[in-house]
């Protein structure tokens, strides 16, 4: 959570220096109580293009949107920290997420030739119940501005809602180049999500261990008695 704080504290102070280079125009956003009808003018195909379209497509899909905007290798990413998950839970004669993502006559072969894509969007039920917070309660969104770091980009984008239980949220969204545009990385949230689920790291304890008792000493022999 440090370095999510650190990355939305450097978005915030380059905001004014990446505007430019990110061909937003300065459109003011929408005064309080006001219909969101200004839209933000970003370059198509713009790091903050894509997380607009990103965060929207969430707003209406849910999680299952996710396939469509992650980068092919944290796609594949994602399912090599689940795949341990199922096999742990095969093992163990359960059947929770198998049945809830593949079906009840799966197996774990399926799973694990499953393709990446597909098997995001077969673990978006899932997900959307153990990422119950997701940036769908919003009803005006504006990109603040984009902070490069080597080759990927984060986005920093407020998104609000006229309701009072909802308010103002800051969201960053992280993407890498590919193939001349931009895809998203798995989010810190997504990843905490998916470890939360793996059980056995809480039942990784180090075996007790055994050290050898010393043996008695051999009892000194007695002074035999008179006769």
Same mark, same amino acid.
């Given at each position: 959570?440090?370095?999510?704080?650190?990355?939305?504290?450097?978005?915030?102070?380059?905001?004014?220096? &990446?505007?430019?280079?990110?061909?937003?125009?300065?459109?003011? @956003?929408? &005064?309080?109580?006001?219909?969101?009808?200004?839209?933000?003018?970003?370059?198509?195909?713009?790091?903050?293009?894509?997380?607009?379209?990103?965060?929207?497509?969430?707003?209406?899909?849910?999680?299952?949107?996710?396939?469509?905007?992650?980068? !092919?290798?944290?796609?594949?990413? %994602? =399912?090599?920290?689940?795949?341990?998950? %199922?096999?742990?839970?095969?093992?163990?004669?359960?059947?929770?997420?198998?049945?809830?993502?593949?079906?009840?006559?799966?197996?774990?072969?399926?799973?694990?030739?499953?393709? !990446?894509?597909?098997?995001?969007?077969? %673990?978006?039920?899932?997900?959307?119940?153990?990422?119950?917070?997701?940036? &769908?309660?919003?009803?005006?969104?504006?990109?603040?501005? &984009?902070?490069?770091?080597? $080759?990927?980009?984060?986005?920093?984008?407020?998104?609000?809602?006229?309701?009072?239980?909802?308010? $103002?949220?800051?969201?960053?969204?992280?993407?890498?180049? %590919? $193939?001349?545009?931009? =895809?998203?990385?798995?989010? @810190?949230?997504? $990843?905490?999500?998916?470890? #939360?689920?793996?059980?056995?790291?809480?039942?990784?304890? @180090?075996?007790?261990?055994?050290?050898?008792? !010393?043996?008695?000493?051999?009892?000194?022999?007695? @002074?035999?008695? #008179?006769?």
């Amino acid at each position: 959570m440090g370095y999510l704080r650190l990355i939305i504290f450097g978005l915030i102070a380059a905001v004014s220096l &990446t505007t430019a280079a990110e061909n937003v125009q300065p459109v003011p @956003p929408p &005064t309080e109580g006001a219909q969101d009808t200004a839209v933000q003018a970003l370059a198509p195909g713009s790091p903050g293009w894509v997380a607009r379209e990103y965060l929207i497509a969430v707003r209406e899909r849910g999680f299952a949107a996710e396939a469509e905007f992650l980068h !092919p290798d944290e796609m594949a990413r %994602f =399912k090599s920290m689940l795949i341990p998950i %199922f096999a742990a839970e095969s093992a163990s004669g359960g059947r929770a997420l198998m049945n809830a993502t593949f079906g009840r006559d799966a197996r774990m072969a399926e799973a694990r030739l499953a393709d !990446p894509a597909d098997f995001l969007r077969r %673990f978006s039920r899932v997900m959307s119940v153990r990422m119950p917070d997701q940036p &769908t309660d919003y009803d005006r969104l504006w990109v603040l501005g &984009t902070v490069k770091e080597g $080759e990927q980009v984060h986005v920093l984008v407020r998104l609000s809602s006229t309701s009072v239980t909802v308010g $103002e949220r800051l969201e960053v969204v992280s993407l890498l180049p %590919f $193939e001349g545009g931009w =895809k998203l990385r798995l989010s @810190p949230k997504l $990843e905490a999500a998916v470890l #939360a689920m793996d059980r056995r790291s809480g039942e990784r304890r @180090p075996a007790p261990r055994l050290v050898p008792r !010393p043996e008695p000493p051999a009892p000194s022999p007695q @002074p035999s008695e #008179a006769g």
